[in-house]
């Protein structure tokens, strides 16, 4: 059974830096592409960061690009998101995914692709 575990987030202000970490465990951590997500209260959930399997392969959405990270260690099974210059609307629930379909180059940004989730953190930003 494969299961992801997410530590990190909390509260920061606005322009500060976060650390979020997923752990991953249950399977081989490199048969996944790894991607992160959010959730804001009343909105639907987005994309935020992907990472192929040889950790070669990076895609971030628009709202994120040049503020976050997404880096990959497959010796210690953990992907982790750092996100700097934070801002108010980056407040949401943060979750780490796995997309176990993907070429060795792959990165996907479509939830639907992502078959094992975490539990989610939650990230809060004030002005």
């Known amino acids: 059974q494969v299961q992801l575990v997410q530590s990190g987030g909390g509260l920061m202000q606005a322009g500060g830096s976060l650390r979020l970490s997923c752990e991953v465990s249950g399977r081989t951590f490199s048969f996944y592409a790894m991607g992160w997500f959010r959730q804001a209260p009343g909105k639907e959930r987005e994309f935020v960061a992907v990472i192929s399997r040889s950790g070669i392969v990076t895609l971030y959405s628009d709202s994120v690009k040049g503020r976050f990270t997404i880096s990959r260690d497959n010796s210690k099974n953990t992907v982790d998101l750092q996100m700097n210059s934070l801002k108010p609307e980056d407040t949401a629930r943060y979750y780490c995914?796995?997309?176990?379909?993907?070429?060795?180059?792959?990165?996907?940004?479509?939830?639907?692709?992502?078959?094992?989730w975490g539990q989610g953190t939650q990230v809060t930003v004030s002005s």
């Open positions: 995914a796995a997309d176990p379909n993907t070429e060795y180059h792959g990165a996907r940004t479509g939830d639907s692709f992502y078959d094992y």
